[in-house]
């Protein structure tokens, strides 16, 4: 390995960016502040918090990211529903003291809230007893104002339990969309989601295109939602989706953004991907930066 190969090797180490994964503010396993030192820990120049329907970590990991010398870009992930389908929208760049995004945020938070005590209440029908108490156990620490717990946190109790042999199981049996006790709770649109991000000054990004499964629904959610990117690399993804995401980004002028969606450690296993395991570089955050300035 010759020295210009290392230097630029080493250039692109530490320049990479991991622009998706969740705190205990939402359903990961890690604070905002351990996610950070994880960031740092692997060499990561920088990296976005978004947690679902949440900026309850934001402050906590700018903060941790400012003393660690890292770039922090405040993220957030929105469910939303199109097409019969679960649609996730991610934002960066807002503004986190943006009061009607925060005051909207926890609308959908309460929303949340609903479904997650239907789901509960289908487990009991379906002669499987857990409670809300322990669901709210497994997020590792008291609830803060603004976090919230959601179905990987019930799938573990199921595991814990002996209701479902490991997480996936879990997920296949009750939790999934389809499942026995999945209940899909009222959700705004992508184009809602998408407007609310701007409208807080930050940057909408379609989040995974690859899971739902259906190209024309996703051609429809950028045709309707008009993101200004679309997330190519993610652990659901296989190579062919990057390459078939990366076209469709160059026909629709898309942003494209990376990451892991890490979750941290749940029973043992890795929850989508390894923090870190999918970055894109400094040039699609500068990227990124300057749409938040349009
Ligand atoms: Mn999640
Ligand atoms: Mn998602
Ligand atoms: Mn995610």
Redesign the pocket.
């Known amino acids: 390995m010759n020295d210009a190969y290392k230097e630029k090797q080493t250039l692109e180490q530490t320049s990479r960016y991991d622009l998706h994964m969740h705190s205990t503010s939402s359903d990961g396993m890690n604070t905002p502040t351990e996610l950070v030192r994880l960031a740092a820990e692997r060499g990561l120049a920088g990296l976005a918090l978004t947690d679902h329907d949440t900026a309850a970590g934001v402050a906590e990991a700018a903060d941790e990211a400012k003393r660690l010398g890292l770039d922090f870009v405040p993220g957030v ?1 929105i469910s939303t529903r199109s097409g019969g389908k679960d649609i ?1 929208m991610l934002g960066y760049g807002f503004d986190p003291a943006d009061v009607t995004f925060m005051e909207r945020l926890t609308g959908l938070r309460s929303v949340r809230d609903q479904r997650n005590d239907r789901i509960l209440e289908r487990l009991r029908e379906l002669g499987v007893e857990i409670t809300l108490e322990e669901v709210q156990e497994r997020s590792g620490r008291p609830l803060k104002p603004g976090e919230s717990v959601g179905r990987p946190h019930m799938a573990d109790v199921l595991v814990r339990k002996g209701y479902a042999v490991d997480l996936r199981d879990a997920f296949d049996k009750y939790l999934a969309e389809g499942a026995a006790a999945y209940v899909s709770p009222p959700r705004i649109s992508p184009r809602e989601a998408a407007h609310w991000i701007r409208e807080a000054g930050g940057v909408p990004v379609l ?2 295109p690859g899971l739902y499964g259906d190209d024309d629904l996703v051609r429809a959610v950028l045709d309707d939602a008009k993101p200004s990117g679309i997330e190519v690399r993610h652990p659901d993804h296989g190579a062919e989706d990057e390459v078939r995401y990366r076209k469709l980004a160059d026909e629709y002028g898309l942003l494209t953004s990376a990451g892991s ?1 890490y979750h941290g450690v749940r029973q043992g296993k890795v929850f989508h991907g390894e923090l870190g395991a999918y970055t894109v570089g400094s040039a699609e955050v500068e990227a990124l930066r300057r749409a938040t300035l349009r």
Request: aromatic share 0%; no cysteine.
């Open positions: 992930e996730h989040a995974h969606d």
